[in-house]
């Protein structure tokens, strides 16, 4: 989650420390979201299309009465599956460059 924390605090501009529990940074990513929807759509739809949240998800809560708090699960579980997603890769390079130095 400390990952996840940080991550969210760099990209949002959320007031996180460090032993802020999962709820705290939901509200305060729904409130964030509550915000930008007020601002336009266009904005909005932009940024989850760069954060590759799924459109299917997306149009799933979107008619939910807090969707606000919806949005912002999604937001962090994406961003949950990115990290996980880059340790994976980091660890496959690592092996990959180790066991391509044993054959040269």
Same mark, same amino acid.
């Given at each position: 989650m400390?990952?996840? /924390?940080l991550a969210l605090k760099a990209e949002w %501009?959320?007031? &996180?420390?460090?032993?802020?529990?999962?709820e705290t940074i939901l509200q305060m990513l729904a409130d964030r979201i509550a915000k930008l929807t007020a601002q336009g759509p266009e904005s909005f739809y932009q940024l989850m299309y760069r954060l590759d &949240?799924?459109?299917?998800?997306?149009?799933?809560?979107i %008619?939910?009465?807090?969707? /606000?708090t919806k949005i912002a699960k999604?937001?962090?579980?994406r961003q949950l599956e990115k990290i996980k997603s880059r340790r994976e890769h980091k660890t496959e390079r690592t092996q990959?460059?180790?066991d391509s130095e044993l054959n040269w």
């Open positions: 400390q990952d996840t /924390a %501009g959320l007031d &996180i420390n460090n032993l802020v529990s999962e &949240i799924s459109e299917k998800k997306l149009n799933y809560v %008619g939910d009465k807090d969707v /606000a999604l937001i962090y579980d990959f460059n180790d």
